[in-house]
């Protein structure tokens, strides 16, 4: 049945999810998903931003003659 002008997915929807296929998805990544390298890459700009917040806190203590 083609409904012109309406979406497939709702015309004919997706099968649901089984077990299965969430082991098959989920069995070479690991436990941290599908993207392990977007939670380090995260982790390494988390890392940078706290290094150059305090260098700054830092540097301006020394400018501004605190402590």
Do not use: C
């Amino acid at each position: 049945m083609s409904m012109h002008g309406v979406p497939n997915g709702i015309v004919n929807p997706p099968r649901p999810l089984t077990e299965a296929d969430e082991d098959a998805a989920y069995g070479k990544a690991g436990g941290f998903g599908m993207a392990p390298g977007t939670l380090v890459l995260a982790l390494v700009f988390l890392a940078a931003f706290a290094v150059y917040y305090f260098t700054n806190w830092k540097l301006l203590s020394v400018v501004w003659q605190v402590g």
